[in-house]
């Protein structure tokens, strides 16, 4: 049924210079206080850190500022925005179950939701980065880096809160910029 | 027929004149190519979210709100089932047996739902219902952190109940709510290939919270009336997804109103696009999704091949 389009070049509409290929999104996992991760291009695979410096609200978003690495190059103040997250499923952290309220009907919880609530997955934005100092000739002016968190330490666990209660507070039904205030303060007590 | 893996399919491309599908705008998952293909019927089968995912990324000048979505009511009504509210009890009469792994054997039951069938099994506080799967015997897993205690009692008493368990899990209608949504992500959040993903609104309201208090109730009930000793009852309902029979967001319906496909699950707005999986489902009812999907398939199927026939499509 399906029949692929021929689309032969014509003499007057001859081929422009090979666009060079742009990365969209990459993959990491957190790691200690930043994010590790591999890509891929042209048959190379690279590995990479994100190291975030300190972190900010900037138009109602979160923000992390730090090191972009492949080996030993590097791109400094890379700007990482936080444009959405996903919820984490299975086992609470045990910092969050501390705190849980009990709903005042009696009626079961739903799990890992609410006050029980926490991140599992961060997705940033980040500003353009120069690939060439990165030794890449790949398009990186609008690269998104996806975080997943499974926190294995204790700085990876206290990570995982604070950015759940900043999701909540910056990116839930009614956010707060003020409210975040403390919260900013103890990541950047961390970072 | 030719069969092209590595394929995502980035939107529906529509024919200006006519408003409907003349073919996809395709990546290659490997090369990152663009590639366009072409075809008489466009039939969308990536399950639950990820059609509902490309109708809604497909937006022309004819369909600016995304493909077949005219009603206003793609994305919307999504449901899953909710599990979670359980309980463990054990027989008098087989503990201390010699343990065995009876992993694997037919000891699976399901009780059917019981709830509002009709006027005598009403349920004041909630509507539909839910049913049970069940299961009995040991495993390899001797469920240790269930019991209580320490040291050599502590193993003994595992030891004598191990052989004698008895579960029941909840599998639950969640009802199908208008609010409970998804849309392509306001932030701008992309896959790996440049193409807009989801952001998904969906949480639980009382009538599943009634549900889940009346099926731990009845765990009890009924474990106990089989002679059963109880262990543990209760829990946490699961979160939406965690069951991953995500259904609804391309809902069928007799009225384009209303509702995306229609009972051949054809798109009221575009005639020669069909969905053909979970996003076609009306309500999630209690029960696991598959059979239901494949049946409505194959009856589209056929109706694509006579109306294809007729020359119609």
Not at chain 1, 26 to 39: M, N, V
Not at chain 1, 86 to 102: H, S
Not at chain 2, 62 to 73: F, I, Y
């Amino acid at each position: 049924m399906f029949v692929q389009d021929n689309k032969q070049p014509s003499a007057k509409d001859a081929p422009g210079p090979k666009p060079t290929a742009k990365l969209y999104s990459i993959f990491a996992l957190q790691r200690d206080k930043g994010f590790t991760g591999e890509f891929e291009t042209s048959k190379s695979k690279h590995q990479f850190t994100f190291a975030p410096a300190s972190a900010r609200v900037e138009n109602g978003k979160l923000q992390l500022l730090g090191t972009f690495r492949i080996g030993t190059r590097k791109v400094e103040n890379v700007a990482a925005t936080m444009i959405s997250v996903q919820g984490g499923l299975g086992a609470v952290p045990t910092l969050i179950t501390e705190r849980r309220l009990k709903m005042p009907s009696g009626l079961p919880l739903t799990e890992a939701t609410g006050d029980q609530g926490f991140v599992g997955a961060l997705y940033f934005q980040l500003s353009p980065i120069k690939a060439s100092a990165l030794g890449l000739t790949i398009e990186m002016s609008k690269v998104q880096l996806n975080v997943r968190l499974f926190p294995t330490n204790q700085v990876e666990r206290e990570l995982q809160v604070l950015l759940s209660d900043v999701a909540a507070t910056l990116y839930g039904e009614t956010p707060d910029a003020n409210a975040a205030t403390p919260l900013l303060a103890s990541l950047n007590q961390i970072f | 027929m030719t069969l092209r893996p590595n394929s995502v399919v980035r939107h529906i491309n529509v024919d200006p004149k006519t408003g409907n599908a003349k073919g996809v705008a395709v990546v290659d998952r490997v090369t990152f190519q663009e590639l366009e293909y072409q075809g008489k019927v466009i039939i969308v089968a990536g399950s639950t979210l990820e059609s509902t995912r490309l109708l809604l990324n497909s937006k022309s000048r004819q369909h600016p709100n995304g493909l077949g979505n005219s009603s206003g009511a793609l994305g919307h009504y999504l449901v899953d089932h909710f599990g979670g509210i359980s309980g463990m009890g054990v027989f008098h009469t087989l503990a201390g047996r010699e343990p065995v792994n009876e992993d694997g054997k037919a000891a699976g039951l399901f009780i059917p739902r019981f709830r509002n069938l009709d006027a005598k099994t009403k349920h004041p506080k909630f509507l539909r219902g839910y049913g049970f799967e069940c299961s009995a015997g040991m495993g390899r897993n001797p469920g240790a952190n269930r019991f209580p205690g320490f040291g050599k009692e502590f193993k003994d008493s595992v030891r004598k109940w191990s052989t004698a368990p008895v579960y029941m899990t909840t599998r639950a209608n969640m009802l199908s709510r208008f609010e409970n949504f998804v849309e392509i992500d306001p932030g701008g959040t992309v896959d790996a290939w440049g193409i807009p993903v989801l952001k998904i609104h969906i949480q639980h309201s009382d009538n599943e919270r009634e549900m889940a208090k009346d099926a731990a109730e009845c765990i009890e009930e009924t474990l106990k009336s089989a002679g059963a000793e109880i262990i543990s009852v209760g829990g946490n309902m699961t979160a939406p997804g965690k069951i991953i029979h995500e259904l609804g967001t391309a809902r069928m319906g007799n009225d384009k109103k209303t509702s995306v496909l229609n009972k051949w699950n054809q798109t009221h707005d575009v005639k020669n696009v069909f969905v053909t999986d979970g996003a076609a489902f009306v309500g999630a009812a209690n029960q696991n999704p598959t059979i239901t999907i494949m049946a409505l398939t194959m009856r589209a199927c056929d109706y694509i091949a006579d109306e294809m026939k007729r020359g119609n499509l």
